[in-house]
């Protein structure tokens, strides 16, 4: 791939004298979309500027998804040759943006008249130039406002009584003259891109299930009928995205047992990710689990939840997938003339074969690929997390991504790559919706306070949306395992409280499922990726209250629904972490103390920042802890904090926007 | 003029798998070169990677100037997919790097064999497989690499008495698949260029003179081959390039009389700047300075002492210009038929017409100002100031200096732009060798360290040279008004010490003319620029004396000759300030402090990073004062430093580096 050049371009008309620099936002130079949710406004900068004293008209031009013309706004002249406007990601799609600037010679003129004339320096010569702009402009008029600038130009010159000056500034001219600018010698910067998602992209909560494990008959193999009668349970608890693993006929070949043994039982389940068998691929429902019309169901009864349905797209095939019959050169073949399986030498994956991406017949392949997504949109599926991104060729995500959103922008894309970081952000630029992140492994207040200030803020949060898991099937972090169910809650709370975007995989998290196969390992015991496992939903050291709580407090505080304006706080006391979260305005603040050591009691002064939140430090404000329902009126900066992981692992502080006086204290009147 | 577009590019190959990102040094992405001069080691660096686990070759490709091959070196990696290489900036010219990345399958085989060899699980096939990429590389490797490659090839797929393995890992193996590797796929970036100047485009001390007052007769018009006799004084200061302000033709219409007077006498000279008269224009020698035979004389004479003559480029006419008969639709006609003459109302400026650079005629006026360039290149001048340049086109000096340099790419520009922050930096960009910059009017300790902060790093440093100027014939501040001689001082050692490339405007200078055309204006009363002057250089209060060591000291200390690690220290003390210049290695230091007090003595304590000077904390280092020849011993970061205006405006010290114990105190003992 050639990546764009950025060098010296031909020189077309040496009089195109204007310059438009670093458009902002922008990703890489505007090489890749910039991502926002729709209802945002978007405030576009650029530095313009031009040679010598002429006035310059700076446009901001935009897109919208589908059209081909360009609606433009003035932008605002802001001091050292910058200027900004807005722009309104008003729908889902993709929008692009251009600055243009020209010359105004008729600015220029006019505003040269005012000081001539105040220096008293103003002659006929002056009034003849601005009469030759204005015929030129009505050449370039409408008809009716032709006929005027040509009156008014012959007055300019006939300066009647001395009445030149005054028709030279009035307003009339200077809106006449705005409808035919001479653009001939404008500058246009290079075109923006700005992917507008819905805003469920950005703030939604997701659980994730295995439908094998979601039977009421102990020991039955689930199915997508039984995940219906769960929606319930999950809509309770405030969950917006039910995201299922791979749903499709599981490989029997070299198919893996309990704990990844080596070889499954006969009544073993397999591995949901080794799709394929006589029964079909990735366009397929594997019959344990229903029907393609159970699938739809399901589909439709999570949507009457509230609920969307997300599937998981993993573009590899087990040892029985037909395409390795159909298509036996989209995968490697070895000189032994058997198929080259998955492996990251010593590490092998038998049950798992990966799509060559070198073969020739790679545009067919990709076509394939788009096929399958098509198909589960065509079902009502308009949420896909993508199993290992980083596994195949960049360029195809920017493709499929694009393809599939130019027909149906709504679909969203979450990136499963737990990689190294660049390669993470590649995928966010290529046009992933949001990506998993490493806060399973960030632990301590150090490493959560610099990682989230990484992604929550420009250049990273411009285009790659964070979303927050604190465990998943293959990553039961070492935290869990020894905390215990402190440890559980206290990973609740910073996930849905430091992030608009987060998700579980339940019921294993909620139920505080901590046992690794075996110590050392990040791997669940008795691993649903393996088995069909019986989970107690409703026993009661469950921390599913806590987590309906969370998903409550998010849906009734916007500033939680973003994650802009995140700032962490000064605790002056070990092992706590405080942040806030707050709205463009300030109207609604949140703050958030958590204990990360979930075996101690905590205590601390936290130090807030209260001129950020539109807070007199000499008055008391009022603060309502939305997990315990307490309210406290704090006054000044510094506040002693104390948590102890056995009642409860965090403060979630609603702080009270300043009120007039006398309604400040009518809970204590 | 359309910027480069960044945005999505047409598909070509989808097996282009390895990604190019973040080529450092680079200027806004590789759209304008990067500057440096010969001899410079440019440490290159990119973020490459691709999806998955396969091994990369990464090279950067280096384009000497002239020439169409590139020259390949191997990137090394970083770590956190970064790669490095070195690249020598070996000649003056335009130079051009790229970085080229593919999937080494080789590589990846290979790495992948030692690991199975080490789980014991290597088989046959693995032989197999890499047989067939070495009989691949074979049918691309030349004659006689061919026939080996053929050869073991063979060997691995017999592996006879287990030998394959060994054959395999062999270094003859990877040094000849290293001759062949398979390039089908790879990315390259886009390409960067590099300008490569002289060393004194960047190191360099100039002098500023009018030649009208170079004469020995008072009263007399000097002449060219007056400054030549001034030559011996220049080059004893130790400055290397003479600055002549323009020398052609000066006009009669409209000329300005002494202080600026809107007629000027019979005898007056006028302004140098109002080019163009009977007697000719930009390619002529105003006769009462001399011929053009006069001018070679001088290139001639000045290279004899070591000094390179920069000549003034003036882009704008006199009233009497030839050109304004010969082609007066480079000129902005008015509507009573005469010609546009600069303003910016309320400033008129009659004695000076612009050129229009919006004329249809732009490309002929282009190519004469081309011509103007060239002509006095061939004259033997390679070094131009450009006056005003922030009043013509950008797209104009981006081609000019292009053009130029072409073929004579040790032709520098220096851009006298006074302009505002986002111009000075752009013209840099297109081209400029070196700038003018807001020293002059950067006073405090606070001003003084931020802005020279932000113009000896990158990404500023990478684009613009800045050159510092205590005066200008436009412009004496009123630290020096009001400073006298001791402000003068101190100027001097700031702008000499501080920055690589300087000058100053003589001999106003060093005899330290301070009194304005009148009370608030920066204008020199009985400016040269209207006038002849007569100048005493052998006054006993002329700080030459002065300029002459510090111009001694820049020779003599490679720490100096760049704004590389330039670092201001700390000092509790008001209107000290202090600051170090090191070479790369620390082999040289030069440490100076300041009062910029000129009229009270100033003391204070200040702290010096020894660890960044290689210096123990624990044992004595020696400074010697380069200004009185003082040695001292000091011990520790923090010393107490003090300064009288009216001794010394300055200590500038040569941290002496680490000799070993014996040497140490030669001087005592």
Same mark, same amino acid.
């Given at each position: 791939?050639?990546?764009?050049?950025?060098?010296?371009?031909?020189?077309?008309?040496?009089?195109?004298?204007?310059?438009?620099?670093?458009?902002?936002?922008?990703?890489?130079?505007?090489?890749?979309?910039?991502?926002?949710?729709?209802?945002?406004?978007?405030?576009?900068?650029?530095?313009?500027?031009?040679?010598? =004293?002429?006035?310059?008209?700076?446009?901001?031009?935009?897109?919208?998804?589908?059209?081909?013309?360009?609606?433009?706004?003035?932008? !605002?002249?802001?001091?050292?040759? @910058?200027?900004? /406007?807005?722009? !309104?990601?008003?729908?889902?799609?993709?929008?692009?943006?251009?600055?243009?600037?020209?010359?105004?010679?008729?600015?220029?003129?006019?505003?040269?008249?005012?000081?001539?004339?105040? /220096?008293?320096?103003?002659?006929?010569?002056?009034?003849?130039?601005?009469?030759?702009?204005?015929?030129?402009?009505?050449?370039?008029?409408?008809?009716?406002?032709?006929?005027?600038?040509?009156?008014?130009?012959?007055?300019?010159?006939?300066?009647?009584?001395?009445?030149?000056?005054?028709?030279?500034?009035?307003?009339?001219?200077?809106?006449?003259?705005?409808?035919?600018?001479?653009?001939?010698?404008?500058?246009?910067?290079?075109?923006?891109?700005?992917?507008?998602?819905?805003?469920?992209?950005?703030?939604?909560?997701?659980?994730?299930?295995?439908?094998?494990?979601?039977?009421?008959?102990?020991?039955?193999?689930?199915?997508?009928?039984?995940?219906?009668?769960?929606?319930?349970?999950?809509?309770?608890?405030?969950?917006?995205?039910?995201?299922?693993?791979?749903?499709?006929?599981?490989?029997?070949?070299?198919?893996?047992?309990?704990?990844?043994?080596?070889?499954?039982?006969?009544?073993?389940?397999?591995?949901?990710?080794?799709?394929?068998?006589?029964?079909?691929? =990735?366009?397929?429902?594997?019959? !344990?689990?229903?029907?393609?019309?159970?699938?739809?169901?399901?589909?439709?009864?999570?949507?009457?939840?509230?609920?969307?349905?997300?599937?998981?797209?993993?573009?590899?095939?087990?040892?029985?997938?037909?395409?390795?019959?159909?298509?036996?050169?989209?995968?490697?073949?070895?000189?032994?003339?058997?198929?080259?399986?998955?492996?990251?030498?010593?590490?092998?994956?038998?049950?798992?074969?990966?799509?060559?991406?070198?073969? !020739?017949?790679?545009?067919?392949?990709?076509?394939?690929?788009?096929?399958?997504?098509?198909?589960?949109?065509?079902? $009502?599926?308009?949420?896909?997390?993508?199993?290992?991104?980083?596994?195949?060729?960049?360029?195809?995500?920017?493709?499929?991504?694009?393809?599939?959103?130019?027909?149906?922008?709504?679909?969203?894309?979450?990136?499963?790559?737990?990689?190294?970081?660049?390669?993470?952000?590649?995928?966010?630029?290529?046009?992933?919706?949001?990506?998993?992140?490493?806060?399973?492994?960030?632990?301590?207040?150090?490493?959560?306070?610099?990682?989230?200030?990484?992604?929550?803020?420009?250049?990273? *949060?411009?285009?790659?949306?964070?979303?927050?898991?604190?465990?998943?099937?293959?990553?039961?972090?070492?935290?869990?395992?020894?905390?215990?169910?402190?440890?559980?809650?206290?990973?609740?709370?910073?996930? /849905?409280?430091?992030?608009?975007?987060?998700?579980?995989?339940?019921?294993?998290?909620?139920?505080?499922?901590?046992?690794?196969?075996?110590?050392?390992?990040? @791997?669940?015991?008795?691993?649903?990726?393996?088995?069909?496992?019986?989970?107690?939903?409703?026993?009661?050291?469950?921390?599913?209250?806590?987590?309906?709580?969370?998903?409550?407090?998010?849906?009734? =505080?916007?500033?939680?629904?973003?994650?802009?304006?995140?700032?962490?706080?000064?605790?002056?006391?070990?092992?706590?972490?405080?942040? *806030?979260?707050?709205?463009?305005?300030?109207?609604?603040?949140?703050?958030?103390?958590?204990?990360?050591?979930?075996?101690?009691?905590?205590? $601390?002064?936290?130090?807030?920042?209260?001129?950020?939140?539109?807070?007199?430090?000499?008055?008391?404000?009022?603060? =309502?802890?939305?997990?315990?329902?307490?309210?406290?009126?704090?006054?000044?900066?510094?506040?002693?904090?104390?948590?102890?992981?056995?009642?409860?692992? /965090?403060?979630?502080?609603?702080?009270?926007?300043?009120?007039?006086?006398?309604?400040?204290?009518?809970?204590?009147?």
């Amino acid at each position: 791939m050639i990546e764009p050049a950025m060098t010296h371009e031909p020189l077309t008309d040496g009089r195109l004298r204007v310059v438009i620099e670093r458009i902002r936002p922008s990703v890489d130079s505007g090489r890749f979309p910039l991502k926002r949710v729709v209802g945002d406004v978007v405030r576009v900068g650029a530095d313009v500027f031009t040679d010598g =004293h002429d006035a310059l008209a700076v446009r901001l031009g935009h897109q919208l998804p589908g059209q081909a013309d360009w609606i433009e706004t003035d932008m !605002e002249p802001l001091g050292n040759d @910058e200027w900004g /406007a807005d722009l !309104e990601a008003g729908s889902v799609g993709l929008h692009r943006y251009v600055v243009t600037a020209w010359i105004d010679r008729f600015a220029t003129w006019r505003r040269d008249l005012v000081r001539r004339v105040e /220096a008293g320096q103003q002659t006929q010569v002056d009034l003849q130039i601005g009469a030759q702009l204005v015929d030129d402009a009505a050449a370039r008029a409408p008809g009716d406002a032709r006929s005027r600038l040509l009156e008014i130009a012959d007055a300019l010159r006939a300066d009647a009584g001395g009445a030149g000056v005054g028709l030279a500034l009035d307003d009339e001219l200077r809106a006449l003259m705005a409808t035919c600018p001479d653009r001939r010698f404008e500058t246009r910067s290079a075109s923006h891109e700005l992917v507008v998602d819905r805003r469920d992209a950005r703030f939604a909560a997701w659980y994730e299930l295995f439908p094998r494990s979601t039977s009421p008959v102990p020991g039955r193999h689930g199915t997508l009928l039984d995940v219906i009668e769960r929606l319930p349970y999950i809509a309770d608890l405030g969950f917006d995205v039910l995201y299922l693993p791979p749903v499709h006929p599981v490989g029997r070949t070299f198919r893996k047992g309990p704990n990844n043994a080596l070889t499954a039982g006969p009544g073993d389940p397999g591995v949901p990710w080794a799709i394929g068998s006589d029964e079909g691929g =990735h366009m397929d429902v594997h019959p !344990e689990l229903g029907t393609l019309a159970d699938l739809r169901t399901l589909v439709s009864a999570a949507g009457g939840h509230g609920i969307r349905l997300a599937l998981d797209l993993a573009l590899q095939a087990s040892a029985d997938h037909p395409l390795l019959r159909e298509h036996p050169d989209w995968f490697r073949a070895r000189p032994d003339g058997t198929i080259q399986y998955a492996e990251n030498p010593p590490k092998r994956y038998q049950d798992i074969y990966p799509f060559d991406f070198e073969s !020739e017949d790679w545009r067919a392949m990709w076509a394939w690929f788009r096929d399958v997504v098509r198909f589960w949109v065509t079902q $009502g599926v308009r949420v896909f997390r993508v199993d290992n991104p980083h596994t195949k060729p960049f360029p195809f995500w920017e493709w499929l991504i694009r393809d599939i959103k130019s027909t149906d922008p709504d679909v969203t894309f979450l990136a499963e790559a737990f990689t190294r970081p660049k390669v993470m952000y590649r995928l966010a630029k290529l046009g992933f919706s949001q990506g998993y992140t490493y806060f399973t492994w960030r632990n301590t207040a150090e490493e959560l306070r610099t990682y989230f200030e990484e992604i929550s803020r420009p250049p990273v *949060s411009d285009f790659f949306r964070p979303s927050i898991w604190p465990n998943t099937p293959d990553i039961l972090h070492e935290y869990l395992q020894l905390g215990g169910r402190p440890a559980f809650a206290t990973r609740a709370v910073l996930a /849905a409280m430091l992030a608009a975007h987060y998700g579980i995989y339940g019921p294993a998290y909620e139920l505080a499922e901590a046992t690794p196969r075996e110590p050392g390992s990040e @791997e669940y015991l008795d691993s649903e990726k393996y088995q069909v496992r019986d989970w107690s939903l409703d026993r009661p050291d469950s921390i599913a209250p806590l987590i309906r709580r969370l998903n409550q407090i998010r849906a009734a =505080h916007p500033a939680l629904q973003s994650n802009d304006r995140l700032v962490f706080h000064a605790v002056d006391g070990a092992d706590l972490l405080a942040w *806030s979260k707050r709205t463009a305005d300030a109207s609604d603040i949140v703050l958030t103390v958590v204990n990360l050591d979930p075996q101690r009691p905590r205590s $601390g002064v936290l130090h807030l920042p209260l001129e950020l939140f539109g807070i007199d430090a000499q008055r008391p404000f009022e603060v =309502h802890d939305l997990l315990n329902d307490r309210t406290a009126l704090w006054h000044g900066e510094a506040q002693e904090i104390a948590l102890d992981p056995s009642e409860t692992p /965090a403060h979630v502080y609603h702080i009270r926007p300043a009120l007039r006086a006398e309604q400040r204290f009518e809970q204590y009147q």
